[in-house]
């Protein structure tokens, strides 16, 4: 049997750095479609299955971030980097904020980029490899690990696929002290301040969807990380 190459949607309207990208994952074994502005690139994302999203923030007709946000009213778990040359602290926060994976500034290494891809596509089938539920209470949450979702009583809410990987992470470890930085490099690979914020948007988004259990709470821990607090049976 061929195995199938994963697929990579690129919106980047950079005409040489798009063939250059494009040229050089097609020789690491990756499909490449490359869209030089964020409509095309939308219409390609909807009309068909990628592995993995790269997309450049300044683009004609939709921009990245815009692009990013459709994306993820789609597609919760499908990996999304971005590239950019907007190196500011509110962009990456803005683009992380917004459910992106990864945030590479311009100019990059190629090699660089290509392990970040690898990474990023590899973490997905751990949490889709079987279509058997895996089911975690949490309080008065039941929490659907392969699934990405959070049920209380008749009320079920999706989450996203780092959300789900970040209340996994903590209920593993409920009711112990967990590092930020261990949380950080199991599950982001590496401890920066970007990511660190990146961190702090999804921990209070998910504080707010376990709002309805009081007794169920993820507390800071100053100077050190979090503490996941779950009534214990």
């Not at 479609?33 to 219409?43: D, F, I, R």
């Not at 089938?125 to 392969?146: A, C, M, R, W």
């Not at 079920?156 to 470890?173: G, N, Q």
Request: charged share 30%.
């Amino acid at each position: 049997m061929i195995k199938e190459r994963p697929k990579i949607l690129l919106a980047e309207d950079d005409f040489n750095l798009g063939l250059l990208l494009v040229d050089y994952l097609k020789a690491e074994g990756f499909f490449v479609e490359l869209c030089n502005n964020g409509e095309s690139a939308l219409k390609a994302f909807l009309s068909n299955p990628f592995d993995l999203c790269l997309v450049d923030v300044m683009l004609p007709k939709l921009d990245g971030f815009s692009l990013v946000k459709e994306i993820r009213k789609k597609n919760h778990t499908i990996p999304v980097i971005i590239i950019s040359a907007k190196s500011l602290k509110e962009d990456k926060l803005n683009g992380y904020g917004l459910g992106a994976d990864d945030y590479v500034t311009k100019p990059f290494d190629e090699e660089e980029l290509l392990w970040k891809i690898k990474a990023v596509i590899r973490r997905v089938p751990k949490s889709k490899t079987k279509n058997e539920t895996t089911l975690i209470s949490i309080g008065k949450y039941s929490f659907d690990y392969n699934n990405q979702s959070l049920r209380i009583g008749e009320n079920i809410r999706r989450i996203t696929e780092r959300e789900s990987e970040i209340l996994k992470y903590l209920s593993d470890r409920r009711n112990n002290v967990v590092k930020r930085e261990d949380l950080l490099k199991d599950l982001w690979g590496e401890n920066d301040y970007f990511l660190g914020r990146s961190l702090d948007v999804f921990i209070t988004k998910i504080r707010k969807y376990l709002k309805e259990d009081p007794n169920v709470n993820i507390e800071n821990v100053f100077g050190v990380g979090f503490s996941f607090s779950v009534p214990v049976k």
